[in-house]
C-alpha cells in the first residue's frame, strides 16, 4: 500500500510500523518510544523518546533525573509498601508532571497511581529531608 496523503487512519498504520522498526533496536540496547504526531497533507513530525534499557522504563528513567531534587536517593525506586491491606511498589516519576509526579503500582492488580513525593514518603515511612 502506498501512501499518497497523510490522514489520521494511515498514520495510526505508519506509527504502529515505525515503532515495530525502532523495537527492533531493543537488541542494542536500547528503548525508543514515539511521541505524539502533527501532520499535514505531505509532511508528519513526531518526538522520539529514547533511553537505555539498563534505565528501566521512563519512570525510572525519569526519577534517575530528579530524585535529588526532590530529597529523596536512588534506593527509593523499586521500594515497597504496604496501603489499604494491599502491597505496592514505586516506579518511578512521570515526565512532565508538575504535581503528583511520583508514580507507584498496586502489585495485586498492576494498576498504576500518581501522588506527591511527601505523600509517597510517608508511604515509605520515611520523612523528606527538606
Known sequence: MKIESFNKNNLSEVRAQIQEKLNEL???GLIIELGNISYSDLTFTTKMTC???SAGNKYSAEFMKKYMI???SKEHLGKTFMLNGQKHKFIGFKPGAR???AIYENLAN???YRTSVPQLLSYLGEQNEF
Open 26 to 28: 531493543k537488541e542494542l
Open 51 to 53: 533511553a537505555l534499557s
Open 110 to 112: 498492576c494498576q498504576g
Open 99 to 101: 504535581t503528583n509526579i
Open 70 to 72: 526532590h530529597g529523596m
